[in-house]
């Protein structure tokens, strides 16, 4: 039920069934701001949790969209997305461009478009783990979901 949902992940779920995604928003009782802590919290391997990371790439707000068993190379990702420097956001900035806290950002339910790349890691996993707009809130998708959801292009982030 959408309506007991924070109000930020209402709107990633309007997002989610305009895209087709049946995935349910879950609302978990301790916050899964991590991917350890959210693979933990639903008891399934951290490589399947699909990391919303927020970057600067040359200035611009850059969402990747990882495996939580991976760590983003940023020089080696700059160079395959034709960018001179990708630095971390910060708190602030993520907010800026996503309307959600780090902890909680969604693949989806932003202001505005954000320039997004999806890890090919993610691909091994028959079923990712996203945030759903807060640290509290996750919802299930599949890769190809998860692709068509941010109209991203794949690729190697490690």
């Known amino acids: 039920m ?4 924070p109000a930020r992940s ?6 989610l069934r305009e895209a087709g995604i049946t995935g349910e928003i879950r609302v978990l009782p301790d916050a899964a ?3 350890a802590l959210a693979a933990a919290a639903l008891g399934v391997e951290v490589g399947a949790i699909a990391n919303s990371l927020i970057f600067l790439g040359d200035g611009e707000p850059l969402l990747v969209m990882t495996s939580g068993a991976h760590r983003v190379d940023t020089a ?10 990708i630095t971390r956001a910060g708190a602030d900035q993520v907010r800026e461009a996503t309307g959600q806290a780090i902890g909680g ?4 339910g932003h202001p505005a478009p954000i320039r997004t790349v999806v890890d090919e890691a993610l ?5 990712l783990w996203a945030a759903g707009g807060t640290p509290h809130t996750v919802f299930p998708l599949t890769f190809d979901e998860l692709v068509s959801l941010t109209g991203a ?5 490690d």
């Open 123 to 127: 691909a091994e996993y028959p079923q």
């Open 33 to 35: 701001s991590t991917a």
């Open 153 to 157: 292009p794949v690729v190697k982030v």
């Open 76 to 85: 080696a990702l700059a160079e395959r997305l034709g960018l001179a420097r």
């Open 105 to 108: 950002v969604a693949p989806t």
């Open 10 to 15: 209402q709107l990633v779920a309007a997002r």
């Open 2 to 5: 959408t309506d007991a949902l």
